[in-house]
């Protein structure tokens, strides 16, 4: 069993930046893959960016793809989601997730985190 803790959400103005945090509790990430997903309101939740824990291979959607970069800080045992240019459509609720594995893979998690809001406005 693994428990994620998320934070970093908040209200940011177009253009902005802010970086969310996932860790485990209880135990490290060894032999994991760790990804971010986000749910907005009225839609499918849908992957955003994956990271292997012990290879550091990454994976991301498109629209993340040159704006957003996941990463891991192996001392601290935390992954994080620096999302920069951030647009309106960003608007979500952002989950991290967890899944045995050494591969960055975009589907099949089996742990989730309780969400963090990330709000994009003017």
């Known amino acids: 069993q693994v428990q994620l803790v998320e934070s970093g959400g908040g209200l940011v103005q177009p253009g902005g930046s802010l970086t969310l945090s996932c860790a485990p509790s209880g135990r490290t990430f060894n032999m994991y893959a760790v990804a971010w997903f986000r749910q907005a309101p009225g839609k499918e939740r849908e992957f955003v960016a994956a990271v292997s824990w012990n290879l550091g291979n990454t994976n991301y959607t498109d629209s993340a793809k040159g704006r957003f970069t996941i990463s891991r800080d192996i001392a601290k045992s935390t992954v994080y989601l620096q999302m920069n240019s951030l647009k309106p459509d960003d608007t979500a609720v952002y989950y991290c997730?967890?899944?045995?594995?050494?591969?960055?893979?975009?589907?099949?998690?089996?742990?989730w985190g309780q969400g963090t809001q990330v709000t994009v406005s003017s």
């Open positions: 997730a967890a899944r045995a594995g050494l591969r960055a893979f975009t589907t099949g998690y089996d742990y």
